[in-house]
């Protein structure tokens, strides 16, 4: 088995020459998986059967192993403009997690210490004793409980924008307070995540979505974003395809469950890196009483999704910390 940091050179099949430059990633001719991957300079598509279900992912780069999980309402594309450039120091794999993308969508299975086994298990068929682990989002809450199941499974753990679901979840206020839900998030109107809400009536979102799930996702996208043109008309294309309304709303509905799950969950030694924007005391909040070892970042001039709108500062910070001591 492998994950050590020295000297680690790849045996399976995904084993693929290093990115030198930016330049690697090119516009994809059309927003098909295989048409996105050629975009990426030597990265190609995989398939894994674990934990029931099926997972597909998107791996390129040698060095030690560093998982990528996307996060609402994304797929692995979300990463697709930082994975060229870690892919210069680590063995990058984007993951649909379960309901996203091209991995399984199956009616159960959408709380995280599930998902988290999923990717523990995908982690063992490619090879690997130990990973780095970054998630976004729903990914970084799937990370989370990666590393709290699995710790020695873990190298570095990095979580991206958003917490694991604690009991401060179950106090977040139904109604936004007087001037402070605005049409974009910044540092005066911070997220109002009424979709939390919409999205636990089970049945509903499905009916009125319906033919107008990229109406949905464009404006959550530009709500939640800085930069609204940073995710651009193909990457909504590609969201939007390929979103699973019932999916998205499992992962929601089973935020209760992780809530009592994060009570069993130990304290994680292992370093920790939490990376905001916006909600960067939210994060630090969150994470202090969690990780004995935390790091905070800051990304400066984003909005929610700072893989796509900050990707050179994203990439460094992740390179900073996965590479450092």
């Not at 004793?129 to 990914?139: E, L, M, N, P, R």
Request: with cysteine.
């Amino acid at each position: 088995m492998r994950g050590s940091r020295s000297g680690l050179l790849l045996a399976i099949p995904l084993a693929i020459g290093g990115l030198h430059d930016a330049s690697a990633r090119e516009a994809p001719s059309g927003t098909t998986d295989a048409e996105l991957v050629q975009s990426l300079k030597d990265f190609r598509s995989g398939d894994a059967k674990v934990n029931g279900i099926h997972l597909h992912y998107v791996a390129g780069g040698t060095g030690t192993p560093l998982i990528l999980l996307p996060g609402w309402p994304e797929t692995w594309w979300q990463y697709h403009k930082i994975m060229p450039l870690l892919a210069r120091h680590f063995h990058v794999v984007s993951v649909d997690i379960r309901g996203m993308g091209l991995s399984s969508k199956p009616v159960d299975g959408y709380d995280k210490k599930t998902m988290a086994k999923d990717i523990h298990e995908l982690v063992r068929q490619l090879g690997y004793d130990k990973v780095d682990i970054a998630g976004h989002d729903i990914g970084a809450m799937v990370a989370f409980a990666y590393a709290a199941q699995f710790p020695r499974a873990t190298l570095k753990l990095a979580m991206m924008d958003v917490p694991h679901p604690d009991d401060g979840w179950m106090k977040i206020p139904m109604l936004p307070q007087v001037g402070k839900f605005g049409t974009k998030i910044d540092d005066a109107h911070p997220a109002y995540p009424w979709f939390f809400a919409f999205q636990q009536v089970k049945g509903l979102p499905e009916r009125l979505l319906a033919g107008r799930t990229a109406l949905y996702l464009n404006f959550c996208i530009d709500y939640l974003t800085k930069d609204s043109a940073s995710i651009d008309a193909v990457d909504r294309k590609v969201y939007a395809t390929e979103y699973s309304v019932s999916s998205a709303d499992a992962w929601f509905q089973a935020f209760p469950q992780d809530v009592l799950d994060a009570k069993q969950y130990p304290k994680l030694e292992m370093p920790v890196l939490g990376l905001a924007s916006i909600n960067y005391e939210g994060l630090k909040a969150s994470l202090e009483p969690k990780a004995a070892d935390l790091r905070m970042a800051k990304v400066d001039n984003s909005g929610h999704f700072f893989p796509e709108e900050q990707p050179e500062a994203t990439a460094r910070e992740l390179t900073d910390f996965f590479t450092g001591p």
